[in-house]
Nanobody, 120 residues
């Protein structure tokens, strides 16, 4: 099982970016999917998650600006980021709880990270 993230880049303050993360491999089912971020010199923090039913959870600093969504048919999670601020600059990692073929438990998987830089 692999998670492949994409969509990062350089954007000016107030701009928008859309991150995508696709899960591939021998996947039986996916429970939660989400996004975390890690800024230089800081710990990794939760940005947003969504469960299988579509209920979303956001950290306070991104509420009203970021929207998480998922396409279950494509095993893909998205993060639409609007009104970006310099403090949103970080490496963004996708995460998913996946039950893979031949197993009966959900394991935690991470994508490789995609850099988002918000700067003028």
């Amino acid at each position: 099982v692999q998670l492949q993230a994409s969509g990062g880049g350089l954007v000016q303050p107030g701009g928008s970016l859309r991150l995508s993360c696709a899960a591939s491999g021998s996947i039986v089912s996916i429970n939660s999917m989400g996004w975390y971020r890690q800024a230089p010199g800081k710990q990794r923090e939760l940005v947003a998650t969504t469960n299988r039913g579509g209920t979303a959870n956001y950290r306070d600093s991104v509420k009203g600006r970021f929207t998480i969504s998922r396409d279950s048919a494509k095993n893909t999670v998205y993060l639409q980021m609007n009104s970006l601020k310099p403090e949103d600059t970080a490496v963004y990692y996708c995460n998913a709880e996946i039950r893979s073929g031949g197993t009966y438990v959900y394991n935690n998987y991470w994508g490789q990270g995609t850099l988002v830089t918000v700067s003028s």
